[in-house]
């Protein structure tokens, strides 16, 4: 170990733990030179999309021999095409920069321009094997998971107690095959691990027994994650092969020595690859019985150095204002400083240390008032259950949090209104109800807040008012008909907030919502030719109890009693759902347009009943 930089003893398995931990981290992390095929821009050395000043100071950099950050440099530092990348570069992109003539040599791309493309990555393609997949749910006390492959390989995953927080269904399938896999002796053995990207707060070891020995020089440990090829480490001080895993992909060995592999996408990848070769030779060292490099801990010390001033910095400085980069880094950070302090290593990154937990919690509430202002602005709900995380994750933090605005904030943007419109049309299927009875009601504005627990209803109430009720030339009658409605209620429901994914395509939400019209009288004053009088009805409700029943929360047991013999309807809820997703301010939006026939009656008729769903959010 090395004095000055204060380490203590460190076990193999927590060093191990240490080095894992990278990949758990930083997803979307910093390109690197090339990666995944993408043009690259003449003169932006850091591969940022964009040349400006801070190019300029990477080729100095480079040029005084300073460390420098510049993944691109080599691709796109040449920018006067001299075969060298020199001060006279730096200068040109300044020039550029401030809108100066920059004549390109002849042949030579103009700053800004593109360059052409480097070749196409081959893709590493996984072929999963028809026999021996097995699953099993392990939750925080741990638990194990053994399959044998159709070969005789044998694959066991030991998830300790306390790495995973909850009860998950874990699924492990051997692979038969992986294409483009840059390892000259290829394919040993490799499992799938489901599901995807699950993380863990201990490592997990996967235990690999090929069925036929590998020279430990030979033996090359890998996961494959989105098609790349990541080096991975095995367990120091073990002549097994067990490969400590942080989070779930394809891992597996390989035969011989990686070949000159692309350098992963993502920058914490490319990262861990070069401390994985790091720790390989020295496992390989140790089990032969060869001297190893006594500085191993130094050069992986440098390497995560490196990582923080690159990848960690940048993003440390921009996560209190931007959450899309806050969720990145927090993980990040969090690694970062369990890396520092299961080495030892706390008084040398004490600075670094600070910086990144400081991060955190002006990095959440900027992520929760984000999420707020997405709801009400957007009119995106799945912006409630990011409240909510982003609210417990303080909590767990022990961040300063009271009083909480949590509630508040789902108060005030789970918000709605009801307008509901239901048109009836009797002894008549023309398009206007010229010939039949023509009666309707309307209910608008109803407003209502979806609570993210079941309460007491109704949620929301508010007057439902007769617009017509007309008798057409086939009944010859004449006279008015008046209604006092009567109280439209919201019981519960709303959209399903907790089904809603927190990042990519959002799926049309599950909208369910119980309503209870009231019942609403009409009084009719007319003079027909079958007769005349006032009489108290109730048409409309007649209709709607019937043609409705069959959505009823609890079916009653007499139709034509509830319908007909105007049984108190409050408490009988009707259930909407199916309704036509829109988004935006009219969220969604129910139509019933039907024709019916009442055989028993010998009626004809039509129902047209529109609802739509308003989001009200306030501020």
């Known amino acids: 170990m090395t004095a000055a930089l204060g380490w203590r003893f460190v076990s193999?398995?927590?060093?191990?733990?240490?080095?894992?931990?990278?990949?758990m981290v930083m997803p979307n992390g910093a390109r690197m030179s090339g990666a995944a095929g993408e043009a690259l821009v003449q003169g932006d050395v850091t591969c940022d999309g964009t040349v400006n000043s801070v190019d300029s100071l990477q080729i100095l950099r480079s040029v005084a021999g300073l460390g420098t950050s510049a993944e691109c440099m080599a691709d796109a530092g040449d920018v006067n095409c001299d075969e060298a990348i020199d001060s006279v570069d730096s200068l040109r992109i300044l020039r550029y920069?401030?809108?100066?003539?920059?004549?390109?040599?002849?042949?030579?791309?103009?700053?800004g321009e593109p360059l052409a493309p480097p070749p196409p990555r081959e893709p590493i393609t996984v072929t999963l094997s028809g026999f021996g997949a097995v699953s099993e749910e392990i939750g925080p006390d741990g638990g194990a998971l053994s399959t044998t492959a159709l070969d005789g390989t044998g694959y066991t995953l030991d998830v300790p107690e306390g790495a995973l927080l909850g009860p998950e269904l874990i699924t492990m399938t051997p692979v038969d095959s992986i294409d483009?896999?840059?390892?000259?002796?290829?394919?040993?053995?490799?499992?799938?691990?489901?599901?995807s990207g699950l993380i863990f707060w201990a490592p997990v070891i996967l235990t690999i027994d090929p069925i036929s020995d590998i020279p430990v020089e030979d033996q090359t440990a890998f996961m494959v994650s989105d098609g790349e090829f990541v080096a991975h480490p095995f367990v120091l001080d073990s002549a097994e092969m067990k490969l400590p895993l942080i989070h779930f992909s394809t891992p597996g060995v390989g035969s011989g020595p990686a070949g000159n592999t692309?350098?992963?996408?993502?920058?914490?990848?490319?990262?861990?690859?070069?401390?994985?070769?790091?720790?390989?030779a020295e496992r390989a060292a140790q089990l032969l019985g060869q001297p190893g490099d006594p500085d191993y801990l130094d050069r992986i010390a440098e390497i995560m150095s490196e990582y923080y001033n690159d990848v960690l910095l940048p993003d440390l400085l921009a996560a209190a204002s931007d959450c899309g980069v806050a969720t990145r880094v927090i993980p990040a950070a969090l690694g970062f400083a369990r890396q520092a302090a299961l080495l030892g290593m706390d008084a040398r990154f004490e600075i670094e240390i600070d910086a990144a937990m400081e991060t955190i919690g002006p990095a959440l509430k900027n992520c929760r008032e984000e999420a707020f202002d997405r709801c009400v602005d957007q009119h995106d709900l799945s912006a409630i259950a990011d409240i909510v995380s982003f609210s417990r994750s303080i909590a767990l933090f022990g961040i300063d949090d009271e009083p909480s605005p949590m509630q508040e904030m789902i108060d005030k943007c789970a918000r709605f209104e009801i307008d509901f419109e239901s048109w009836f049309c009797v002894d008549d299927m023309s398009a206007n109800c010229n010939t039949g009875i023509d009666y309707s009601f309307r209910a608008e504005d109803v407003p209502f807040a979806s609570p993210l627990l079941p309460i007491p209803g109704p949620l929301g109430s508010a007057q439902m008012e007769m617009l017509r009720n007309e008798w057409g030339p086939a009944h010859n009658c004449e006279g008015s008909a008046t209604s006092t409605g009567s109280l439209f209620q919201v019981?519960?429901?709303?959209?399903?907030?907790?089904?809603?994914?927190?990042?990519?395509?959002?799926?049309?939400?599950?909208?369910?919502?119980?309503i209870n019209p009231g019942l609403p009288y009409e009084d009719l004053f007319l003079a027909c030719d079958f007769g005349s009088g006032d009489q108290q009805t109730s048409l409309w409700w007649q209709k709607w109890c019937t043609w409705h029943q069959d959505e009823l929360v609890q079916p009653h047991p007499d139709t034509v009693d509830l319908c007909y013999n105007n049984a108190e309807p409050f408490g009988w809820g009707?259930?909407?759902?199916?309704?036509?997703?829109?988004?935006?301010?009219l969220y969604a939006r129910k139509i019933y347009d039907r024709a019916y026939t009442e055989v028993g009656a010998l009626e004809i008729g039509f129902e047209i009943t529109t609802i739509e769903l308003w989001h009200r959010p306030i501020h």
């Open 180 to 195: 483009n896999l840059p390892i000259p002796g290829g394919l040993v053995a490799a499992v799938d691990l489901q599901p």
């Open 12 to 23: 193999a398995p927590t060093l191990l733990l240490v080095i894992a931990s990278l990949a």
């Open 574 to 585: 009707f259930v909407i759902t199916d309704w036509q997703f829109n988004g935006g301010e």
């Open 491 to 514: 019981l519960s429901g709303g959209p399903a907030m907790n089904l809603f994914q927190s990042s990519g395509p959002q799926p049309s939400p599950e909208i369910t919502i119980v």
């Open 97 to 111: 920069v401030a809108g100066l003539s920059n004549t390109a040599p002849d042949g030579c791309v103009a700053i």
């Open 262 to 280: 692309p350098t992963p996408s993502s920058a914490v990848d490319a990262y861990f690859t070069r401390i994985a070769s790091i720790l390989a």
